[in-house]
DNA sequence: TGCCGTGAAAGATCAGATCTTTGCAACCGC
DNA sequence: GCGGTTGCAAAGATCTGATCTTTCACGGCA
């Protein structure tokens, strides 16, 4: 999953989008390099409408503008527009890839906390029943050293602890947190068997956010990102 | 400013697309909404060429899908990359202001400390004199009561803040602090003469991110935040 | 030296053609 | 009568090539 957008439809602008995409932020094409919509199309093997649709794109996410009788211009990284999906995929797909994830982490560590704090004002009894589904299901995979189910689990709950915050910004950055949990799970920065003490911590969030209690929600939420960010620390050394 | 994005180059573009953004964010296309791509050009007057590369880029925020023999099909608001500046402008020029303005909100009370926090590890001294700058002329503003000239000292502070936390992704929300504060200024939310605490506090922020206090930095920048929610809420009430 | 005019490069926009996919409905056999 | 099959046509996907407009760059003129 996630490897090309569609297989079918769109396919030729998604692959020429993405070929470019990557070039820029893999820096093979580093700011202030110019383009011409025919030098594009003729690199890809698309007519220049192709090649102009997906200029526009790129354009829409900050990442050229264009000029006549000068052409394309990549833009000054600090102008892309970084919360855009794909512009996170492409940096976590290139050498990128370690700052991209130090930056979403800072993120993280950011949002989650408040996310928490409105889920418990906020939350219904459904999304409480998922949450404590998914910290006994960490729980169970935690302890059978299933690393990859016990991914799976973590993420739904941070997924779904943004869904019950109720507002829709938070909401959209649940790609940002499956992409660190991810990205840490997959680059031996996890122990072999996840803290208990962590899932105690989910454990807490979510028994804060079913009492409807913010402030425990909110600080329960700081303890595990302070707790993942110690450990992987630790593993890392 | 801020009325169409550029005069000359790439007008026809931006027109349709803004058209059809403001459209649909505000709800005069509905999602589930069908359109076809000769529908589109007929009805703003441009090639199906052009129709085309504007919903591409719809289509690249989420906002619609194209699949054929059936058209092009809105998206629920789930969808749409809320993050794109483009649908934060549509979301704030429409009916969706309100919320839209919550959200932001929302959203910058969890980065913002974490951005103080990040800034008193890593601004650099010119950083330090412009959020002294920026507090000074907040003062003096603020005690003369010109509400658009504070306005402008007190965006530059957080943006310079945001910018010292040197994670691109906190400096790209820059324009987010700058729609609440700009939105609490012209929403008749502010006191007439701004708060003299909220501007000591302020200068705790500056102080501590010069002095490297990370703790100070982001408490003091937590307090801001709750100042202004309570301000707001006591001077809507 | 500096201003101005002119040509050409490159995007902006359009018109129309061909190909492919696919929803839908008519059709057929059981 | 119902489920599967087939075929038409709608609508996007992609391409080709033409025309217009802006603007950089170069060269001539004062």
């Known amino acids: 999953m996630g490897t090309t957008e569609r297989r079918a439809s769109g396919a030729l602008h998604a692959e020429v989008l993405d070929a470019l995409g990557e070039q820029i932020v893999g820096g093979d094409l580093s700011p202030g390099t110019v383009l011409t919509l025919e030098g594009v199309a003729r690199l890809h093997g698309v007519s220049v409408a192709m090649a102009r649709e997906c200029v526009r794109v790129l354009e829409s996410m900050g990442m050229v503008t264009s000029r006549r009788r000068v052409g394309i211009t990549v833009r000054p990284r600090d102008q892309w527009h970084v919360f855009d999906p ?3 995929r492409w940096r976590l797909a290139g050498r990128d890839r370690a700052a991209q994830l130090v930056s979403l982490g800072e993120l993280r560590s950011g949002f989650e906390p408040v996310a928490a704090r409105l889920a418990a004002q906020r939350a219904d009894a459904g999304q409480c029943a998922v949450l404590a589904a998914a910290v006994s299901d960490m729980t169970v995979l935690g302890r059978a050293g299933d690393l990859e189910a016990y991914l799976e689990a973590d993420v739904r709950f941070h997924d779904t602890l943004l869904a ?3 507002n829709e910004m938070l909401q959209a950055l649940s790609g940002v947190v499956a992409e660190v949990l991810g990205g840490r799970t997959h680059h031996d920065l996890m122990p072999a068997r996840p803290n208990p003490a962590a899932i105690a911590l989910h454990d ?3 028994r804060a956010v ?3 209690d913010a402030d425990a929600a909110e600080a329960a939420m700081r303890a595990i990102i302070d707790e993942a960010a110690s450990a992987v620390a630790e ?3």
């Open 86 to 88: 794909r512009v996170i």
């Open 164 to 166: 019950a915050s109720g």
């Open 204 to 206: 807490d969030v979510a």
């Open 210 to 212: 079913r009492a409807g």
């Open 235 to 237: 593993t890392a050394d």
